[in-house]
């Protein structure tokens, strides 16, 4: 099961581990750092693979490679509109079109309910089309303009009918704060029922659900309040003592923010609240709407804007479709707030088909097509161009190409991206011989193997072995900033800017030999402290490698501390990029362990990067990471759960749900089946990966002749 988010990846393991124990097969968790490959080849059970679009393509490559795609009974892939999406939708389209390739007996399904053109996506997976309108509560749209409220009708001439108006009255001093109108909207449906209000940025998030608390009564307070208390108790423990000052004002209120800039901690515990209805609103970016399952009786959408840009068609349905609680409401409704200025542009918004899904593997340079000949060269799935080009021809980029690419055919694409390959020291051509003459055929290079093992993108594999290179003239031991730098993330360098003072500051606190490892990188003393005094650089030093030598000492303050907050506080930086630098890091650890396996020069990694990974992974001290290994238990589930006596895996696969709920404080009896039922998958799926390890170990080889029985030793195996 592909899947677009690690968040969904996990709901979905803990939503499905229930049903693995009851009907007896394995759910594995591919998502971040997760996931064995090749899996685990199971004798006695079958398994289910959750994964997110990287991980799902990772595991299509590594069962390729073994001979065991045909293993794949099902594959099933939701928001399949994915394949749209950047570099995203390239690896999808890259793994859907070698799972058609290489295997006859594997059914793919995909799922999207904001597709259009998929006459495309027919012809690409060769596949029937089913579509429904059936939904299970009704869906009412309105867009609200000044105080009048519009119907969607796509009867009407402008595509709008009017519907009422407001009927609330706001103070002169209201109407400045609240021109949009906002808390009437949501004190027509708050406390009783539940509302999201989208907002384009994560400031206007914590900014709309602030201004909304001003305004609304004291009777607020009092609905459900104990439990809201509890809530910010259990908030404030996850940030050991730090709560978010906004939140603290909120949530008394019923209402909290929800955007990236949350730890997973908080996000989790903001989502359970919200879906047991201790919070009735929450103010939320566009993230939400294609995440974890939080309906609404109401949607209202603060803008047709996500930051700066206007809304998709498919973005405005996606927010949209979280109105309206299945068993709950017998209707849902949305309400677009729009200015006179946007009115066309939302016409065509709200009436207007959903846009293509195009393919992308030119975008970004040819990144995606790039990969895809380099894994299909390496997998030995096309060895020479004009079995590549076949391949090809089965792509959904092939049923599009005179939209994408209309000057250049297939086959000068596939000659140009080869010859790009050979210029990288990727693949090479090689003579071989066999019965039927000789020929040239394509292989790739141990680099080109490296690369495409781990993952690694295209445009920054050869700086990535150019660094592990340097690092091995002379890896510093004494602690694990060396290796922390060499793990942390290319992809996250843009996005950081240093605070020149803390920057130092931190310096200053590493050891003399850690000192040298930031020399040895290309940062040395002299630079930095030229830049807190505002003195002129002398030496030309690589942005990148200051930017990146930064967040290695946000990762290494981490590691040490264990605490996001106090980290995110001591470099200023919001906590929920600390935490998503923190995940891609131990995803990227993770790659960089899978590219060096494949290189012999590397060797000295290898056992070094596996216990980085871990500690990247679940950064906390050691005795909660067995407890962290059960999917949905972060760091505040696993403290409360090792206090109360839950130490291990066993003890908690053990657990009687009942008997958890009494112990352990506000945790509903849903969350403690939950938990279980994961540590019981965990363990099982431990256990039989141990046992067929021993099996494999014992089976003796067939051409061997039989033990000894003349000696007075025996070994038994039982």
């Given at each position: 099961m592909i899947l677009p988010y690690v968040a969904i990846v996990q709901e979905k393991v803990r939503g499905l581990s229930t049903f693995g124990v009851e009907l007896d097969f394995l759910v594995e968790e591919y998502a971040g750092s997760k996931g064995r490959f090749p899996p685990i080849k199971r004798r006695s059970r079958n398994s289910l693979y959750i994964a997110t679009i990287e991980k799902g393509h990772s595991l299509?490559?590594?069962?390729?490679?073994?001979?065991?795609?045909?293993?794949?009974?099902?594959?099933?892939?939701?928001?399949?509109?994915?394949?749209?999406?950047?570099?995203?939708?390239?690896?999808?389209?890259?793994?859907?079109?070698?799972?058609?390739?290489?295997s006859k007996t594997t059914q793919l399904i995909g799922m999207s309910a904001t597709l259009n053109n998929f006459g495309d996506l027919q012809q690409f997976l060769q596949a029937e089309y089913y579509t429904n309108n059936f939904r299970p509560v009704e869906l009412k749209e309105y867009v609200k303009v000044?105080?009048?409220?519009?119907?969607?009708?796509?009867?009407?001439?402008?595509?709008?009918?009017?519907?009422?108006?407001?009927?609330?009255?706001?103070?002169?001093?209201?109407?400045?704060?609240?021109?949009?109108?906002?808390?009437?909207?949501?004190?027509?449906?708050?406390?009783?029922?539940?509302?999201?209000?989208?907002?384009?940025?994560?400031?206007?998030?914590?900014?709309?659900?602030?201004?909304?608390?001003?305004?609304?009564?004291?009777?607020?307070?009092?609905?459900?309040?104990?439990?809201k208390a509890t809530l910010l108790k259990d908030l404030r423990s996850t940030g050991d003592g730090i709560l978010c000052p906004v939140l603290k004002r909120t949530i008394p209120f019923g209402l909290a923010y929800h955007h990236s800039g949350l730890t997973s901690d908080e996000r989790k515990l903001v989502e359970e609240a919200y879906s047991a209805g201790v919070l009735c609103l929450l103010a939320c970016t566009s993230t939400l709407a294609a995440g974890v399952n939080l309906p609404a009786r109401r949607v209202i959408l603060r803008a047709p804007y996500v930051a700066r840009e206007f809304l998709k068609r498919a973005q405005y349905k996606q927010m949209i479709g979280r109105a309206g609680r299945a068993g709950i409401d017998t209707s849902g409704e949305s309400i677009l707030i729009i200015?006179?200025?946007?009115?066309?542009?939302?016409?065509?918004?709200?009436?207007?088909?959903?846009?293509?899904?195009?393919?992308?593997?030119?975008?970004?340079?040819?990144?995606?097509?790039?990969?895809?000949?380099?894994?299909?060269?390496?997998?030995?799935?096309?060895?020479?161009p004009e079995e590549i080009h076949g391949f090809i021809s089965h792509t959904l980029f092939s049923v599009q190409q005179k939209h994408l690419s209309a000057e250049k055919d297939l086959w000068d694409i596939t000659r140009e991206s080869l010859e790009c390959l050979v210029e990288k020291g990727l693949i090479m051509q090689k003579l071989v011989s066999d019965a039927e003459g000789s020929q040239h055929v394509l292989e790739v290079s141990t680099l080109g193997r490296a690369t495409y093992k781990g993952a690694v993108d295209?445009?920054?594999?050869?700086?990535?072995?150019?660094?592990?290179?340097?690092?091995?003239?002379?890896?510093?031991?004494?602690?694990?900033?060396?290796?922390?730098?060499?793990?942390?993330?290319?992809?996250?360098?843009?996005?950081?800017?240093?605070?020149?003072?803390?920057?130092?500051?931190?310096?200053n606190q590493l050891t003399a030999t850690e000192q040298k490892v930031a020399a040895s990188v290309g940062v040395p003393e002299s630079f930095l402290a030229r830049k807190i005094s505002g003195q002129p650089v002398k030496r030309a030093v690589e942005n990148g490698v200051v930017n990146r030598l930064y967040l290695t000492f946000v990762l290494y303050s981490l590691l040490k501390e264990t605490n996001i907050w106090h980290v995110s506080q001591k470099f200023n930086m919001p906590r929920g990029f600390v935490q998503n630098l923190l995940a891609s890091a131990a995803s990227f650890s993770s790659c960089v362990l899978n590219f060096c396996e494949e290189l012999d020069e590397f060797w000295c990694y290898k056992a070094l990067l596996m216990e980085v990974t871990k500690k990247l992974t679940y950064c906390v001290k050691t005795e909660l990471i067995p407890l962290m290994e059960v999917t949905g238990v972060l760091e505040a589930r696993a403290k409360q759960l090792y206090n109360a006596g839950y130490t291990s895996l066993a003890h908690l696969a053990n657990a009687d749900p009942e008997t958890m709920v009494k112990v352990m404080e506000h945790m509903s009896r849903r969350q403690a089946k939950q938990i279980v039922s994961s540590a019981k998958m965990l363990l099982s799926e431990k256990a039989e990966a141990l046992q067929e390890e021993v099996e494999e170990l014992l089976k003796l080889p067939t051409d061997l002749p039989g033990p000894d029985t003349s000696s007075e030793g025996h070994i038994v195996a039982e």
């Open positions: 299509t490559n590594s069962l390729i490679e073994t001979g065991r795609i045909s293993d794949l009974g099902l594959v099933v892939v939701d928001e399949l509109h994915m394949l749209g999406e950047g570099s995203r939708g390239a690896i999808l389209e890259m793994t859907l079109a070698k799972l058609l390739y290489t000044r105080d009048s409220i519009y119907e969607v009708d796509s009867r009407a001439e402008d595509g709008l009918t009017f519907s009422r108006l407001l009927n609330y009255k706001y103070s002169r001093n209201m109407q400045k704060i609240d021109p949009d109108h906002l808390i009437a909207l949501v004190t027509e449906v708050i406390p009783t029922n539940s509302c999201l209000v989208f907002c384009p940025t994560k400031k206007n998030c914590e900014n709309v659900a602030e201004m909304i608390c001003k305004y609304l009564s004291k009777d607020y307070l009092s609905h459900r309040g104990s439990e200015q006179e200025k946007d009115k066309r542009l939302v016409h065509d918004l709200v009436s207007q088909p959903l846009e293509n899904c195009y393919s992308n593997l030119l975008s970004d340079s040819n990144k995606g097509i790039l990969s895809l000949f380099l894994s299909l060269i390496g997998l030995k799935i096309a060895r020479t295209l445009s920054c594999c050869d700086l990535l072995y150019r660094d592990l290179k340097d690092g091995l003239e002379g890896l510093v031991l004494e602690s694990l900033l060396h290796l922390i730098y060499l793990v942390t993330p290319y992809d996250m360098i843009t996005q950081c800017k240093p605070d020149w003072m803390i920057y130092f500051g931190q310096f």
